[in-house]
């Protein structure tokens, strides 16, 4: 019977870990769900050599793969090296244009360079890199599952996302956004599916909504 599921595979968001798909529930009798962790990146490894490692953590012929913020940049670059079902983004972009204009400053001037991971490693203050401002709840609520506190990782996941390059979009991509996601604003993102009231940590406080877009994209033909 298992061999007959669905694998759904998901990357978490930037310095997060597997806990923030604790709300994600998708019918158990159709779907397996698993949840790959981060690896420390290589000396100067490129997104495409991590990429590649991350993508041999798949175990099962044509899966689902998910990836939320940062990590739906990293699916679209280990969807290189699959051959995948669906190819699913959440709260995240799908090329450089989506990103907000600070950010492709940013990456122009290396502004991310001064970004003080060495300082924020044990501080609250890592969720506002990995979400952007938010309420004091809201920060608590996302800092509580921001366990990736290795320097070297957070410096090469700031520059990598600040500094993708993709230009086109990926064929058969779907993208599940918010419309009110300060981090990644709507207005910058194309076709996609909304979440209203979404936020950029909607897939916290918006599990059930966030999963019935899940499986509808699925299901698709």
Request: aromatic residues 8%.
């Given at each position: 019977?298992?061999?007959?599921?669905?694998?759904?595979?998901?990357?978490?968001?930037?310095?997060a870990?597997?806990?923030?798909?604790?709300?994600?529930?998708?019918?158990?009798?159709t779907?397996?769900?698993?949840?790959?962790?981060?690896?420390?990146?290589?000396?100067?490894?490129?997104?495409?050599?991590?990429?590649?490692?991350?993508?041999?953590?798949?175990?099962?012929?044509?899966?689902?793969?998910?990836?939320v913020?940062?990590?739906?940049?990293?699916?679209?670059?280990?969807?290189k090296?699959?051959?995948?079902?669906?190819?699913?983004?959440?709260?995240?972009?799908?090329?450089?244009?989506?990103?907000?204009?600070?950010?492709?400053?940013?990456s122009?001037?290396?502004?991310?360079?001064?970004?003080?991971?060495?300082?924020?490693?044990?501080?609250?203050?890592?969720?506002?890199?990995?979400?952007?401002?938010?309420?004091?709840?809201?920060?608590?609520?996302?800092n509580?599952?921001?366990?990736?506190?290795?320097?070297?990782?957070?410096?090469?996941?700031?520059?990598?996302?600040?500094?993708?390059k993709?230009?086109?979009?990926?064929?058969?991509i779907?993208?599940?956004?918010?419309?009110?996601?300060?981090?990644?604003p709507?207005?910058?993102?194309?076709?996609?599916?909304?979440?209203?009231?979404?936020?950029?940590?909607?897939?916290?406080?918006?599990g059930?909504?966030?999963?019935?877009?899940?499986?509808?994209?699925?299901?698709?033909?």
């Amino acid at each position: 019977m298992n061999s007959q599921k669905i694998h759904v595979y998901f990357v978490p968001g930037l310095a997060a870990g597997k806990e923030i798909f604790r709300n994600i529930k998708l019918p158990e009798d159709t779907f397996q769900i698993h949840i790959l962790e981060w690896l420390l990146p290589e000396n100067k490894e490129k997104m495409s050599s991590y990429a590649q490692r991350m993508a041999a953590k798949i175990h099962h012929k044509n899966p689902v793969l998910i990836g939320v913020s940062f990590g739906g940049v990293v699916a679209q670059e280990m969807s290189k090296f699959l051959k995948c079902d669906k190819l699913i983004i959440i709260s995240s972009v799908k090329k450089r244009t989506e990103l907000p204009k600070r950010l492709r400053i940013a990456s122009k001037t290396g502004l991310y360079k001064l970004v003080p991971t060495r300082l924020v490693l044990s501080t609250d203050d890592l969720t506002k890199y990995a979400v952007g401002p938010r309420s004091k709840k809201r920060l608590g609520l996302y800092n509580d599952y921001l366990h990736v506190r290795d320097k070297d990782y957070l410096d090469w996941a700031i520059k990598n996302m600040v500094c993708w390059k993709r230009r086109e979009v990926l064929p058969g991509i779907s993208h599940i956004h918010g419309d009110s996601d300060i981090v990644f604003p709507l207005k910058n993102i194309e076709d996609c599916a909304i979440i209203k009231g979404g936020t950029h940590v909607m897939i916290l406080n918006k599990g059930k909504e966030v999963s019935e877009k899940i499986v509808d994209i699925i299901q698709e033909k």
